[in-house]
């Protein structure tokens, strides 16, 4: 019984795992996929990449929803990604009748999804690390 104790530790085994392994899989791809998608390229190119991120921002999200970890601070991230978005994307038309892949608002638009991205991922990381209410881990 002692060794038992001692391998368990004090937490309460009968409480389910709440490091939700889905969605850190789905966190470490997203966090991959933005600094390699974005590495070097041109902003026309990192924009591609930029939506292609989006697939895997919904998968976060339908695992926040399963999981019940929606919060304030993730749901304003995420609209901050969607705002970001639309106004790279709007941008991006700009540019293309403009035919200047460079074009300056076009890299600041860029780096603004991508800090946005940034903040979605550290306010998902924040939910699936943060301890069920209930759990019993308070300290006693």
Same mark, same amino acid.
């Given at each position: 019984?002692?060794?038992?104790?001692?391998?368990?530790? &004090?937490?309460?085994?009968?409480? *389910?795992?709440?490091? @939700?392994?889905?969605?850190?899989?789905?966190?470490?791809?997203?966090?991959?996929?933005? $600094?390699?998608? &974005?590495?070097?390229?041109? *902003? !026309?190119? &990192?924009?591609?990449?930029?939506?292609?991120?989006?697939?895997? #921002?919904?998968?976060?999200? #339908?695992?926040?929803?399963?999981?019940?970890?929606?919060?304030?601070?993730?749901? !304003?991230?995420?609209? $901050?990604?969607?705002? #970001?978005? $639309?106004?790279?994307?709007?941008?991006?038309?700009?540019?293309?009748?403009?035919?200047?892949?460079?074009?300056?608002?076009?890299?600041?638009?860029?780096?603004? $999804?991508?800090?946005? @991205?940034?903040?979605?991922?550290?306010?998902?990381?924040?939910?699936?690390?943060?301890?069920?209410?209930?759990?019993?881990?308070?300290?006693?």
């Amino acid at each position: 019984m002692l060794m038992a104790l001692a391998t368990t530790g &004090c937490r309460n085994d009968a409480a *389910p795992a709440w490091g @939700y392994p889905d969605l850190r899989t789905t966190l470490g791809t997203l966090s991959r996929a933005l $600094e390699a998608g &974005c590495d070097g390229t041109a *902003p !026309e190119h &990192c924009a591609d990449d930029l939506d292609r991120l989006d697939a895997l #921002a919904e998968r976060a999200f #339908a695992a926040v929803l399963d999981h019940h970890l929606l919060d304030d601070a993730y749901v !304003e991230a995420r609209n $901050e990604v969607d705002r #970001a978005r $639309e106004l790279r994307r709007t941008i991006a038309a700009q540019v293309r009748s403009r035919r200047d892949p460079h074009h300056l608002l076009l890299i600041q638009a860029v780096a603004a $999804e991508r800090l946005a @991205y940034r903040h979605l991922l550290a306010a998902l990381e924040r939910v699936r690390t943060a301890p069920p209410p209930g759990d019993r881990t308070e300290p006693v």
